[in-house]
Every structure is written in structure tokens, then in C-alpha cells.
């Protein structure tokens, strides 16, 4: 057989792009299967971490009745003798008398025997006797009022930022067992690039190597400078030992470029090398439509992953919201990211029977997106001014007041979405 005569019956016998929500739960799938050990963390060390067991109390919350106001516990009808005073941390006598009382600050434990609580901006005193009324509702906070001991308050897989772990912390926990972050490196492929200075003499700078990791630790994982290889050499050797090396540490490698089978192209050769297998070869989506990711065994036994982003700057992104984000979900033992649904402004294009994924930016105050310009693959100015994604799906196109759903791109560590 002749090498024109192999390479078509390759084409031939390639596989159909993947439909892009087919691609996505299909890498999540593998992802929570392949969800990474937990362990307990202290929870100085737990922001960004993944809960692996369900939030629990210890106890209830709050575990004693508190007084939600300064002023008088009371018992009886009053004037009331003032016998005492509670501060918050300590634990108060009980009133044992009618027609007693003991000055209260809030949070302190309500004594036992107290009927009311009575707010000092409502009351009198004169000759040693407090007077008032107490409100009708009570002005303290019962036990049990906020969650009961042994209730769960969040599930697995909930993100660890800073108000679970004040919440933790009020439950009583010191510790939270937890999915560590994912550790990911990135192999930037092509000698094209320059990694320095400005485009010139056919050669263009590389905007990958410096971006993706940003975008890795949007999503959660642990990007460590010396975990940016590149640009690796154009052979299938050099591909291969630094798929190896990155395959030591990494959860996920990312690599940008090489996603195509032309003359320089050495991912795929290189993935077979390594006995790798194809999670997802190709999506039908455009813009990024040559991505991939694909699974091997690293040096411990567990699943390692290696996600091919294409060369072309916007497509390489469309390739981390569309795959990157689901696995890692999947090995935080995250739920699937949901897609909020918005409203077009304008219209926006279908790409045939390809999911058109376009950059739009967000009116928050109208609650519509509009597309942006300069989108085209190469094309970075689009997406610097973009708030994520509008999904187009195959066989439509976006018309103005339409419901469509949208890929938020990620936002800070930690940060909610508005």
C-alpha cells in the first residue's frame, strides 16, 4: 500500500467528531471516575479544595440558646432585681427567682430559668429595679435554629472557598477531608513560536504558554511555572520524552498545537507511543474543532490525562471550556458545570450541523449578550472582552430574544458568579 493510499484509508477509518454535549459528558464521565484521592486538610489549607463527604455539624447550631440583643434576661413579669451579668464565652447561673434579671451582652448564653430577653435600649432602671417590656417574639436564638447536630448543610463535591470554611469552622470541625486541587502542566508545541518580543520574520509569539495556566488555576488546579515546557522541539522524540516527564506529577497535561495530522504534527503519533486511549478525538464545534483528549496510566497506576488544544489561540480556549472543564470538574468530584441559559441581542450565526460556539459579552443591567468582534481562531482581542460563550447548537442559529444556553468563562479562584 502505498503512503498516499494508507493515509486515506486513515481518514477513511477515523471516527466522527464527537457532538460538543456528547464531548463534554463523555470527559466528565471519566473525570469522576477517575476523581482524585481525598484527604483531611486543616482548614487554613482547604480553600480551593473539593469536599469529599458531606458538610456536617457537630453539634446544634447554635449549641446553647444566645441572646441576639444587649440588654436584661428576665424572669417574670418584672421590675426586675438585677442579680448578675453574662458575657459572651461564659456560663451564666440560672435565674432561680421571679422578678430577677441579669444584664445580657449579645451572644452570651441565656441562663436557664430566663423567660425573656429584654432590650437595654427599651428599658429603665431606676432604684436598683430594671422595667420594660419584652418583645413578644423572642430575642434570642434558640438551639437547633440554624441546622440541627448531624445534619448535613452541604454535599460532596461542593468547592471549598472562604465561607464553607467559616461555616465549617462554626460546626466545630478543625479539618476538612477533602479532593485536593488537580495538578496540571502544559506542553507548548511548535518551533513557529517565539516566546519573546514581537511577531517577526515568520515567526509568531506565543500567547498559550503564558495564558493556559492562568486559565488552568481559574479552574481550579496547581500550575507551577516549572510545569510550562516549551515550545518542545518539532519531532516525535522530543514530543514523547516530554509527554513522559510531565506524566511524573501531572493529573493533566495540556498541550497547545500539533492537534492535526500535518507534516509537524507528532501529538497523535506520540499519544499512540505512550499507549494512550482516546477519551474524545475531535468535536464538532467551531471554532477549535480539531481538540482532543485522550487517557494513560501514569507511573502510580491512576488515570493520567492529556488534552490536546489546538494551535490557533481562541480555538485553544474553546477547547479548555468545552473539555478541560468537565474532566476537572469530574476529577475534583464536582458536579457537571451547568450552563446558565441567556437572551441574544443580536443574532448570531449557526455553523451548519457543528455547535457554533461565539464570544459574547454580558449586559448584566439588560440581562442580554451581544457577540463581539475579532473572533476568528487566530484571534485573541475578542475574547479579551468576552464574558464567555453563547451555545448555538447544530442545525440553528441564534436569533435576537432567543434562550440560549452560555459557557461561562472561569472566573477568579474562589469568585461567584453575578
Known amino acids: ?59 446544634d447550631l447554635p449549641a446553647f440558646p444566645t441572646s441576639s440583643v444587649d440588654g436584661w434576661a428576665v424572669r417574670g413579669r418584672g421590675p426586675w432585681r438585677v442579680v448578675g451579668r453574662v458575657l459572651a464565652g461564659s456560663t451564666p447561673a ?30 429603665t432602671t431606676a432604684d436598683g429595679l430594671v422595667s420594660g417590656v419584652p418583645r413578644e417574639a423572642p430575642e434570642w436564638r434558640k ?100 509527554l513522559r516527564s510531565a506524566l511524573t506529577n501531572a ?9 492535526m495530522n500535518g507534516p509537524v504534527d507528532h501529538l497523535h503519533p506520540a499519544l499512540e507511543a505512550l499507549g494512550a486511549d482516546y477519551v474524545v478525538n475531535t468535536v464538532a464545534v467551531r471554532p477549535g474543532f480539531p481538540m482532543l483528549l485522550a487517557r494513560l496510566t501514569g507511573p502510580d497506576g491512576r488515570a493520567r490525562f492529556v488534552a490536546g488544544l489546538p494551535g490557533n489561540p481562541q480555538s485553544a480556549i474553546v477547547a479548555l471550556v468545552s473539555l478541560v472543564a468537565p474532566l476537572l470538574a469530574g476529577l475534583q468530584g464536582r458536579s457537571m458545570p451547568l450552563l446558565p441559559q441567556v437572551t441574544l441581542a443580536e443574532a448570531v450565526p449557526g455553523r451548519g450541523d457543528h455547535t457554533h460556539l461565539a464570544l459574547v459579552r454580558l449586559d448584566r443591567a439588560a440581562g442580554t449578550v451581544s457577540p463581539v468582534h475579532h473572533v476568528g481562531s487566530a484571534m485573541l482581542r475578542g475574547l479579551a472582552g ?6 448555538i447548537r447544530p442545525g440553528t442559529s441564534g436569533e435576537p430574544g432567543d434562550r440560549v444556553p ?13
Open 386 to 391: 468576552a464574558d464567555g460563550f453563547a451555545v
Open 251 to 259: 493529573d493533566l497535561i495540556c498541550t497547545t498545537g500539533g492537534t
Open 1 to 59: 500500500m502505498s503512503t498516499e493510499t494508507a493515509r486515506t484509508a486513515d481518514r477513511v477509518a477515523a471516527p466522527p467528531p464527537a457532538g460538543w454535549e456528547e464531548a463534554r459528558s463523555r470527559v466528565y464521565a471519566v473525570g469522576l471516575a477517575a476523581a482524585l484521592p481525598a484527604s483531611a486538610r486543616p482548614l487554613a489549607d482547604a480553600d480551593g479544595s473539593t469536599l469529599a463527604e458531606p458538610l456536617t455539624t457537630r453539634t
Open 406 to 418: 452560555m459557557v461561562p468563562l472561569p472566573l477568579f479562584p474562589g469568585e461567584r458568579a453575578s
Open 94 to 123: 440560672p435565674l432561680t427567682e421571679d422578678d430577677t434579671t441579669v444584664e445580657i451582652a449579645t451572644g452570651a448564653m441565656v441562663p436557664e430559668g430566663a423567660t425573656a430577653v429584654l432590650r437595654v435600649e427599651e428599658s
Open 143 to 242: 438551639p437547633g435554629e440554624e441546622a440541627y447536630a448531624d445534619e448535613q448543610l452541604l454535599p460532596a463535591g461542593t468547592p471549598v472557598d472562604p465561607a464553607v470554611i467559616g461555616l465549617a469552622a462554626a460546626c466545630g470541625h478543625d479539618s476538612l477531608r477533602v479532593r485536593r486541587a488537580p495538578r496540571a502542566a502544559l506542553l507548548v508545541f511548535g518551533d513557529e513560536l517565539l516566546t519573546a518580543g514581537p511577531p517577526a520574520a515568520g515567526r509568531v509569539r506565543d500567547a498559550l504558554g503564558p495564558a493556559v495556566p492562568a486559565w488552568l488555576r481559574r479552574y481550579g488546579c496547581q500550575v507551577r511555572s516549572s510545569d510550562v515546557v516549551g515550545p518542545v522541539a518539532d519531532t516525535l522524540p522530543a514530543h514523547v520524552a516530554a
